[in-house]
Structures are given as C-alpha cells and as structure tokens.
C-alpha cells in the first residue's frame, strides 16, 4: 500500500500559525520536501520536530520528484511544504503533485495560512468574487499590459510583488490605473513588522513605513460603467424613418412603424404618439 503525499500549508510570518493537523503529520511522515531546508528547517526546530527533510526546489523538482514518487509507492509518507504558506500558489510543487496522483498515491491538503486570504479578510472590499494572479510580469511591456487588464477587472485582483519591485509598480499602478483606485497593500504579514496599508494608490508610497518584506497587493474592483439609457428618438426623426420605408409601396405604414418601434426598442402606440405630437398629419 502507498503512502500519502501531503499538501501542507506552513506559517507565513508568525510560527504560532501552524494548524495542529500540520504539527502532527509534520511529525508523522517519513520525509518533508522543503523549498528551503534551512528556512523550514528553522520551523522544526521551533516545535522541535526532527523529520528528515529534503529539498525540492524550481531547479531540482524534476530531477527528484521519481525518487519521491517511489518513496511514496513503497509506503512512505511525505509532507510538501513551500517557504511559507500552501505550497504550489506560486511556489513549487506542482510536478510532484500530479506525478503521485498520477502513480495513484494518495494526495492530502492540509490547510493553514494564506497570504492572499490574510489580506482580503481585513480589505473589505468583496465577500463574492476574486481572483489571485501571482507575481506581474518581469518586462516592462508586458508589465504595461497586465496592469492595464487588470484595471478593467470587475472583481478583487490580489497578486504578490518583490521588494525591490514594489515602488516601480505602484508607479505603474498610479499611471495605468489611476490614482484614486483602492487598494490594501500587505507588508510582511503576520510578521513583527506587518503593515497593511488601505488607501487611494497615489497615497500608498507616503504611507509605507519600509520597502523591504513581502508584499501581497489586493485591488479594488473597476466602477460599474454606467449605462444612460439614450433619449427616445424626435417625432420628426421617426417619421422620416416610417417615410423612407413606405416610399414606392415597398412596406405597408403598420408593417414600417412596427420595425421602427423594434429598432429603437420603443412601442408601437409610443411611435404613433411621438409621430403625432405636434402634428396635424402623420405622413409626409
């Protein structure tokens, strides 16, 4: 029988964060995959957990994830965790994941801290739709476009961003968004240092305390385009229109107010009444 390769999500900040499912399976497993042995490693010693550990990184996951799988088909449990969170939301992972359920191992999650969920709880901007789109793009023009889609977005946009990133893109921000657009800017979340600033963007560099950290980033969803119904067509402009319908015979006068009235969404008595106003006689 194989063992279960589980999913677990870790402290994002604050140690005190890890769920007592995650304590005791972190415990359990044969093995830990770590993105960062030595950053998860500080973790275990703080609950004083002496599983062994192996690292599984951007650069190594192919190459090792066989391995693990034929851990796991020999009955070994492993636990997955990344830097910090639930693994595989922009962290590595996801290959491992679906070479065990591919080989038909048993994957669990086990759930805990979320950057992104941590900062939309204390936003308030929605309690319906979102969307996470991990990190923006690293070239300048294709930066211009992401941010461009965004702020078109009906919905909450959380997304990640790098310390020595995070001035140039609430620049952008500004410029393609606009300035009064909201947004919650999270800083080292859950940390001594945690900052969540709420504010217009033109405001959130004067309000940071420090560049440095983690930042996660939500943004408030685009206005509703107003919809100003159009004014109802003139008198005189309908009967133009029923006019040149029924000049030589080609459409009979009902048949010509009936298509006139569909087309500007108006009733057939509204079009007889509009034609009428002010006039002695209906047709030219």
Not at 87 to 93: A, I, R, T
Not at 183 to 190: D, M, P, S
Not at 204 to 223: D, Y
Not at 247 to 260: C, F, H, I, L, Y
Request: net charge positive; charged share 25%.
């Amino acid at each position: 029988m194989s063992g279960t390769l589980y999913v677990v999500a870790t402290p994002i900040g604050n140690l005190e964060d890890l769920s007592l499912r995650a304590l005791r399976i972190l415990r359990e497993v044969s093995l830990i995959a770590a993105e960062d042995t030595r950053r998860t490693g500080r973790l275990l010693q703080h609950y004083s957990i002496s599983t062994r550990t192996t690292s599984l990184h951007a650069h190594n996951e192919r190459e090792k994830t066989p391995r693990l799988v034929e851990q796991l088909m020999r009955g070994e449990s492993i636990a997955l965790v990344s830097d910090a969170g639930t693994p595989l939301v922009s962290d590595p992972g996801r290959a491992l994941v679906n070479a065990a359920r591919a080989a038909g191992v048993r994957v669990e999650p086990i759930p805990g801290p979320s950057a992104v969920l941590t900062l939309l709880s204390v936003a308030g901007f929605t309690d319906r739709e979102f969307s996470f789109v991990g990190f923006p793009p690293h070239r300048a023009k294709d930066r211009k476009t992401w941010f461009a889609t965004l702020a078109a977005r009906a919905d909450t946009v959380v997304f990640f961003e790098a310390p020595h990133r995070i001035e140039a893109t609430i620049g952008e921000l500004t410029d393609i968004v606009g300035p009064e657009r909201v947004v919650a800017v999270g800083r080292e979340l859950t940390k001594a240092h945690e900052q969540v600033v709420i504010c217009p963007i033109s405001a959130v560099l004067g309000q940071l305390t420090s560049f440095k950290g983690e930042f996660t980033i939500a943004l408030s969803p685009a206005a509703p385009v107003s919809k100003v119904p159009a004014a109802p067509p003139s008198g005189d402009e309908l009967r133009r229109e029923v006019g040149l319908m029924t000049q030589n015979g080609a459409t009979s006068r009902r048949d010509a107010v009936k298509r006139v009235a569909e087309r500007h969404g108006l009733a057939v008595n509204d079009v007889y009444r509009l034609i009428e106003q002010g006039q002695r006689t209906i047709w030219p």
